[in-house]
């Protein structure tokens, strides 16, 4: 007995290979994104220039400091040295619980670039994402 499911590289729908509908669609996804953030960019573009490459070792150090270690411009001072504080520190679970959704959208990434993948590869699967 054959089973009912096929494959999407091996199906057709209306004749039509699925693997060209597995190529075309995000070919059309990429395109329709990149027509509407050129015309978002483009006012942005016509601006004033900024001067951004002025102090590139701060602005590194700031990123590192802002974004990446969470710190915040500290209030106090103690004998002339800044204290360091965590950017709010009280919400932890909040935060942690933000990761597992960030993480979540990771792994839902993964598998629809398995998907697209799919329709061109019989049986693929990235390593670890086969159960």
């Known amino acids: 007995m054959e089973t009912a499911l096929i494959s999407p590289a091996h199906g057709s729908v209306f004749f039509i290979p699925t693997a060209i509908f597995s190529f075309i669609i995000p070919i059309i996804g990429v395109i329709v994104f990149t027509y509407i953030m050129t015309r978002r960019v483009a006012p942005l573009v016509m601006a004033a220039p900024d001067a951004r490459f002025d102090r590139i070792p701060e602005r590194i150090m700031q990123v590192l400091k802002i974004w990446l270690a969470q710190w915040r411009q500290p209030r106090y001072m103690l004998a002339g040295v800044w204290l360091a504080q965590w950017r709010q520190p009280r919400y932890m679970l909040a ?34 994402m086969d159960g």
């Open 95 to 128: 935060g942690v619980l933000h990761i597992m959704i960030f993480i979540g959208f990771l792994s839902l990434a993964l598998r629809s670039s398995q998907l697209v993948i799919l329709g061109f590869v019989d049986g693929f699967t990235f390593p670890g």
